[in-house]
């Protein structure tokens, strides 16, 4: 079966400090990897996306993920946090399910904090 | 550019009242799906339409959900008779139909059903 784990439900950072919001993933054949950012009363906004190609991956506000073949994993990172970072991210495989699905993970907060 | 717009934002009625969401999806977008985000349950894909036809209706929770795509600027997802447990934020998304493209997603219908 297709899915996606997000381990953590929060991560916690200071401000300046590196962040990574953990993914991993299950899916038959090659997987479509995509990140997105919730804010507040808002929806979710596309952040970065792996198709094919080099395994780091750079989007939106400075974030890049990392694609992990072996260890089916797309880990979500920062070299700096910002306390305006602190959102919902989640993190959603395109995968075949007799058509082309799209799952998303349940969620991790992160906080950072000043 | 003009995201995906959704109506109304904010939705408080009483139970077993008719409820109606409207979506407006990014023109050029042949994709839509709407999705329902809870604390307990996540966010969770209800239906989706390509070119205007429903594709996979399996997340609809019963048979007082239906959403209809009368055209490619608009859908809209109905409920009746509302219930308490449909509370939730109601999202719709957006995106070309191809493997790769992200979603884009509303701000939301936040529904309180009384």
């Known amino acids: 079966a297709q899915s996606v784990a997000q381990p953590e439900d929060q991560v916690n950072v200071a401000e300046g400090n590196p962040l990574t919001v953990k993914c991993t993933y299950s899916?038959?054949?090659?997987?479509?990897l995509f990140w997105y950012v919730q804010y507040p009363n808002r929806g979710l906004q596309f952040l970065l996306k792996y198709i094919t190609g080099d395994n780091l991956v750079k989007g939106s506000y400075g974030f890049e993920a990392e694609f992990n073949k072996s260890q089916t994993s797309f880990h979500l990172k920062k070299p700096s946090a910002l306390v305006s970072d602190s959102a919902l991210y989640f993190c959603a495989v395109r995968a075949y399910t007799g058509g082309f699905k799209t799952i998303f993970g349940a969620g991790t907060r992160l906080f950072v904090k000043a | 550019d003009a995201g995906v717009i959704q109506s109304p934002r904010h939705e408080v009625t009483e139970m077993g009242q008719e409820v109606t969401l409207r979506c407006k999806p990014i023109s050029g977008h042949n994709s839509l799906f709407w999705y329902r985000q809870t604390m307990m349950r996540g966010l969770e894909l209800l239906i989706y339409f390509n070119n205007n036809v429903p594709i996979d209706d399996s997340g609809m929770p019963e048979d007082r959900f239906s959403a209809k795509m009368p055209n490619a600027s608009f859908s809209a997802l109905k409920i009746q008779p509302s219930e308490p447990r449909d509370s939730a934020v109601y999202f719709c998304?957006?995106?070309?139909?191809?493997?790769?493209?992200?979603?884009?997603f509303g701000d939301g219908t936040r529904l309180s059903i009384l």
């Open positions: 998304a957006s995106s070309l139909m191809d493997r790769v493209q992200p979603q884009h």
């Open positions: 899916v038959s054949g090659n997987p479509y």
